[in-house]
């Protein structure tokens, strides 16, 4: 379940209602898809193929939906873990502020990380909020949002990603 800090000030922010409320004022989309139907081997480790396709086949319902309401045509599954080849160059794309030119969508199935979401407007505007995502939760970051984001200690994260299109997925520097 994820957790928020903002900076500037000490404030924490863990329980489902309060998340759900504080990232929807935020304009960001939080769900909890929950851990039940994850495959309880996924490990610290690249996934084969036929892991990925499990992953993705008991999500199909929430992914069709997604495509069907958002317009999304591609789903797959991304692994980072320590020895992935380059992880530091790329990480380092990703951990300054960024826009996509696509909604940054994301299910993360195993490992933990941070999005750090820069509000341009409402009653966040200004702050950066610090969203900690653990395995369970759901995060749709609109297209144009401003943010970077951080691997946890562990340096390990698996996540489901949606996309309009996956050839226009580079991050835009602001
Ligand atoms: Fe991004």
């Not at 304009?27 to 610290?44: H, Y």
Request: net charge negative; proline share 6%.
């Amino acid at each position: 379940m994820a957790i928020l800090t903002f900076s500037g000030n000490e404030r924490t922010v863990q329980d489902r209602e309060g998340v759900q409320r504080t990232l929807h004022e935020a304009g960001i989309v939080f769900e909890v898809w929950g851990t039940n139907r994850l495959p309880r081997s996924l490990s610290a480790r690249n996934l084969s193929e036929a892991e990925k396709q499990a992953v993705l086949a008991e999500f199909a319902g929430e992914i069709a939906l997604l495509n069907r309401t958002r317009g999304y045509t591609t789903a797959d599954v991304v692994t980072l873990y320590p020895d992935t080849p380059d992880l530091d160059a790329l990480l380092a794309k990703f951990d300054r502020r960024h826009t996509h030119s696509d909604d940054e969508v994301r299910f993360i199935a195993q490992g933990s990380g941070t999005f750090h979401l820069c509000p341009t407007t409402g009653p966040h505007a200004g702050q950066v909020i610090r969203a900690e995502v653990h395995p369970g939760d759901f995060l749709l970051i609109p297209k144009g949002y401003p943010h970077w984001f951080t691997l946890g200690p562990a340096r390990q994260i698996t996540a489901v990603r949606l996309f309009t299109d996956p050839a226009g997925w580079v991050a835009h520097y602001a």
